[in-house]
């Protein structure tokens, strides 16, 4: 049932919004499901076109519902861009039907199997949090941008210089990644977190991550998930865990007490930036920004 009020509403919206859409904008509407990626595609594209983010800022995507407000937005711009990997898990059939009318661009949809991470055989399996390594997210970024020619030929020359200067930014910022986890790996410290979301930073970066959470924000841990992960946090010394921006930190709560109750006090530090950026105009604000804030909370909280 919940299905067809879906497609019913998306095809009210199509038909209706279609309609009114303005045939004259100063500048095509490009809609990116997620902060961070309007934020990479904002870069990218500079003045050429307007970008919109879908989800507001501390939202989780794992968990959102499209509205009729979503609707709208998404089947009056010029372009939807989105990130695929279902992340954006309730909206999988959304994209589905906007592909009969709409401009879509999966950015990771090309991305070689060999480089994604899976917790199992399943399609939904994929970790989608590809931008916690810096070079995948650029590689990620890179078959964008030829897409976005695609889109917009008489467009690629200041595409590509945009790209230039962002690509120079991506890389200062993995060079940094490398320094404060070198740091963190000399000294024997992991990171804990909420949810499984730093998989593909541990990979990149050489530094071991544990969530308490699986892939998905659905997922509830049990009993034998927080036993393993305290006996983890006292076998390796580790000094403090870590909330993040989107959930709740009420699980993290109960392995801290739990921490306690073996003698092993840690602190709950944080929030770290996940699936989301902080409000615009704030440190973590931008991509960059925010995988600096996260590398320098880490590195506060776990180094004397």
Known sequence: MKRVIVVIL??????????????????PLIVATTSILADAISEIMGDLADVQPLMPAGVDPHLYKASVRDLDLLTNANLVVYHGLFLEGKMTEIFEKLAYSQNLINISEDLPESKLLRSGPEAHSVDPHIWFDVLLWEMALEDTIEKLIQWKPEWETQ????????????QGLN????KITGELVSSGQAIVTAHDAFAYFGKAYQIEVRGLQGLSTLSEPGLRDLGNLVQFIIDQNIKAV?????????????????????????????????????????????YIGMVRTNLNTIYQALLP
Do not use: M
Request: charged content about 25%; proline content about 6%; aromatic content about 8%.
């Open 10 to 27: 998306l095809t009210i919206g199509i038909f209706s919004c279609k309609s009114s859409s303005p045939e004259n904008r100063e500048k």
């Open 159 to 170: 595409i590509r210089e945009n790209w230039k200067a962002y690509q120079k930014e991506l």
């Open 175 to 178: 060079a940094y990644a490398e």
């Open 242 to 286: 870590f909330a993040e921006q989107t959930i709740s930190p009420r699980a993290l709560n109960a392995l801290v007490q739990a921490c306690e109750k073996r003698d092993h006090p840690i602190q709950l530090a944080g929030p770290l930036f996940t699936d989301s950026l902080d409000a615009p105009d704030t440190e973590a604000g931008t």
